[in-house]
């Protein structure tokens, strides 16, 4: 979210404003300005969470309602109008004046009144991500007010504010995170799971690193006691025995490399050498060199390629239906 550094090629940072890029290899370079940093001033984020033609400010409310604070809204009721397009002679008018008539209607304005200012703080950005300070010759409008009555001028104090309480966002990411590895929605019995990992990854200042490592430590149990995992197509269980035994159901020794498997190439070596050096000195090493790590990786590449992928996929939707 505060990350000061993106990666970019010569196109991509003629489209972010960043000079003296060549070339079409990426490369990490500095960000200097803040509206650019972090996950909000991206163009992958922020075009898909526009239309083809303009923007969305209640798209982009609720993708990070849904993603960034873990409190999905609603959803609309059917018969909601569509905007009014701008009939022939008229002025221009900019999308917060559109919205503006929209929310006129009682039901709609009570949807609207969480999401439309978190999207509206993004207006500076158009559909595809490129900054802007007009729309349809007129100034843009990007200030409002949130549901906590926080007060936000643009991108900047948006993330400001969303980043005075990081732990909703940490909390939202992790539970994604999980719900990834496991290859399942999560239960009320996953949440102390999910609140261990963000206690532990506090001391750590919130990284990301912590966090994956986290979910590798942890086991998540289901409903019926046992830790559900799931790689490449099967379901592995694991399932306790006695007092600090677990017995497995498939072949894999433990269920943090298949979290491995799962993550595929996301996770690196680098990642994984200090806490594993940390594990050895405190006796808890189970097993995972960095060969065996190694062996997941090249089987993750495997198993996450283009044909591993549609299984993957489908191997979900058969469980599920199960």
């Given amino acids: 979210m ?28 500095a960000l200097t300005d803040d509206a650019r940093k972090g996950l909000l001033g991206k163009g992958g984020v922020l075009t ?24 999905p809204p609603p959803p609309p009721p059917a018969d909601v109008p569509p905007l009014k397009e701008k009939e022939e002679g008229q002025k221009p008018r900019t999308m917060r004046e559109r919205m503006e008539e929209h ?23 158009d559909a595809i991500g490129a900054w802007r300070t007009t729309e349809g010759g007129s100034a843009i409008d990007a200030s409002g007010q949130l549901a ?55 001391r750590d200042d919130f990284r990301f690193s912590s966090i994956v490592l986290g979910i590798v430590r942890e086991r998540a149990v289901s409903d019926e006691g046992e830790t559900v995992v799931y790689r490449a197509g099967k379901l592995v269980s694991w399932k306790p025995e006695a007092r600090g035994s677990w017995r497995c159901s498939s072949k894999d020794r433990d269920p943090r490399r298949t979290f491995l498997r799962g993550m595929g190439v996301a996770v690196s070596l680098p990642l994984l ?50």
Avoid at 3 to 29: C, K, M, Q, W
Avoid at 170 to 189: D, I, M, N, P, Q
Avoid at 289 to 316: F, M, P, Y
């Fill in 48 to 71: 898909v969470t526009s239309h083809v033609d303009r923007t969305s400010p209640v798209v982009r409310g609720k993708w990070l309602m849904e993603n960034i604070l873990g409190t």
């Fill in 273 to 322: 050498r200090s806490d594993g050096a940390r594990r050895n000195r405190a006796g808890q090493d189970r097993g995972e060199s960095e060969d065996a790590v190694r062996s997941d990786l090249r089987a993750a590449r495997r198993d996450l390629g283009a044909n591993g992928r549609r299984r993957w996929q489908a191997g979900a939707s058969s469980s599920r239906r199960a």
């Fill in 103 to 125: 929310r006129r209607n009682a039901v709609c304005a009570n949807c609207h009144k969480p999401m439309d200012p978190l999207g509206f703080a993004l207006e500076n950005f």
């Fill in 2 to 29: 505060t990350a000061d550094y993106t990666f970019v090629n010569e196109r991509l940072a003629r489209h972010y404003g960043i000079p003296y890029v060549n070339g079409s290899h990426f490369r990490r370079v």
């Fill in 148 to 202: 906590d009555g926080t007060s936000v001028d643009g991108v900047v104090t948006l993330r400001h504010a969303l980043m005075s309480r990081p732990r909703v966002f940490v909390g939202t990411f992790t539970e994604k995170l999980l719900t990834y590895a496991l290859g399942r929605g999560l239960s009320a019995h996953d949440m102390p799971v999910v609140r261990t990992i963000d206690r532990e990854a506090a």
